[in-house]
């Protein structure tokens, strides 16, 4: 497979999220401005709840269907149907958990149980979204993109009329519930016109997944405690507006995730079927996908990291000045943060999934240190600073202190080498 097609193939993703980037820029600039720190915050943290439980609802089997998809393709309509099938199943559980939890630790707080649970109403749709990974097994993530593309447009619609119109914290918090019944039907609809196979459900099939995403279920749970618990305890500790500050700060990083999570997404049938062919090939694919990676990755924190004054200004206005040095902090998250979402390539491609879950667990367990810690400390800046610590610990020391991944670490660092991602270009499309 040349690099053509995997380009191909990422390009509609990132042209796509490129014109959603530019919608989430004036949605998030009236949204900071209009609702304040204060209400700003209140958001994000049911944000941020609805986040941890999402792979309650998800199993884990966004981790693994690309890869089962390509390896049995003569029951991909089966394995498809009995994901979305056991998802579906999940999602009232999950919504359940986010009413009893916010119903427990914000006792008395009306406003806030009721933009948790208007919010958490997205899981009941997200459940489809399964059905992305079915296209990309097939390089066919055109069809994604624009769904996603139209669904956002549409959904930043509504958002903007709500903030202009009635400023509504209630109607604002079931936008994300619009945005994946959007995505549900169109995605059901292009599947129906493109799979030869039609959804189906085996209970077989059903426990075979859940076996190979069960390192995964609890893995994604713990992953969505350390990257959700600061704001939850910065809430809890400091209270919405310096949740708001913080949050504003993690918006501009995240903005650059999808560019990230595209080219992952879209390598790794490609790297995946490397590896069923020899390891050697297999390694290198990986090399050179960390070195884009990292390399795209460390522009993206120093150009942050020197114009986050104008960042912040732009993107929320004067009021949020305290977002500025936080910003400068915490983009540094997401260069680790990137390189852990490709070492979950070469986990699942050498089999090594029951390791995710001890990664992740002692990372969670890390996050809550850390997190109540400096957060207790010095506020936003501590949870800024954790969130940084958290990634590295995860992501990097993890990787040497479990022997069987340490060939992983080795990899990350060959792919420093700056005639790695040169050789890739001058390639020109032969991988």
């Not at 790297?271 to 069923?276: G, I, N, Q, Y």
């Amino acid at each position: 497979m040349g690099m053509n097609k995997i380009v191909k193939n990422a390009s509609w993703i990132i042209g796509c999220k490129i014109a959603e980037t530019v919608f989430m820029l004036v949605v998030t600039m009236f949204q900071t401005r209009i609702f304040g720190p204060t209400n700003f915050g209140l958001i994000t943290y049911a944000q941020s709840i609805v986040t941890i439980v999402v792979p309650v609802m998800q199993l884990g089997l966004n981790s693994i269907l690309v890869k089962e998809i390509v390896d049995h393709r003569e029951k991909e309509g089966e394995i498809t149907g009995t994901a979305v099938t056991m998802a579906m199943i999940a999602s009232p559980v999950s919504i359940l958990a986010v009413l009893i939890f916010v119903s427990i630790v914000n006792t008395g707080s009306t406003e806030t149980i009721m933009v948790c649970l208007l919010y958490s109403v997205l899981l009941l749709f997200q459940v489809f979204e399964l059905l992305q990974y079915w296209f990309l097994s097939h390089y066919m993530s055109m069809y994604v993109a624009i769904t996603i593309f139209v669904a956002y447009v549409l959904t930043s619609i509504y958002k903007l009329l709500v903030l202009f119109i009635n400023r509504s914290v209630y109607c604002y918090a079931v936008s994300q519930a619009i945005y994946y019944l959007i995505i549900a039907i169109a995605l059901l609809y292009f599947f129906k016109k493109k799979s030869k196979q039609k959804l189906s459900f085996k209970m077989d099939t059903a426990k075979y997944l859940f076996s190979k995403s069960k390192f995964f279920f609890i893995s994604s749970v713990a992953v969505a405690v350390y990257t959700q618990l600061d704001r939850v305890l910065l809430k809890n500790i400091c209270g919405d507006t310096a949740n708001g500050y913080y949050v504003a700060a993690i918006t501009v990083v995240n903005m650059a995730t999808f560019i990230f999570t595209a080219i992952i997404d879209s390598t790794q049938p490609d790297l995946f079927e490397k590896r069923s062919r020899s390891s050697e090939e297999f390694e290198k694919g990986m090399i050179g996908l960390y070195s884009v990676v990292i390399y795209l990755a460390l522009a993206m924190c120093v150009g942050l990291t020197v114009l986050s004054p104008l960042v912040i200004k732009i993107m929320c206005g004067s009021e949020y000045g305290e977002s500025v040095n936080l910003l400068r902090i915490v983009c540094w998250y997401g260069l680790f943060s990137f390189i852990g979402i490709a070492r979950n390539v070469y986990i699942v491609a050498e089999g090594k999934e029951r390791y995710i879950w001890v990664i992740n667990c002692i990372g969670a367990l890390f996050s809550l240190v850390s997190n109540y810690v400096l957060i207790s400390l010095i506020g936003a800046t501590g949870a800024a600073v954790a969130a940084v610590l958290i990634q590295i610990f995860v992501n990097v020391i993890m990787g040497y202190a479990i022997k069987p991944i340490r060939r992983n670490n080795q990899l990350m660092l060959q792919a420093l080498n700056p005639s790695n991602i040169l050789g890739l270009f001058r390639r020109g499309g032969k991988a």
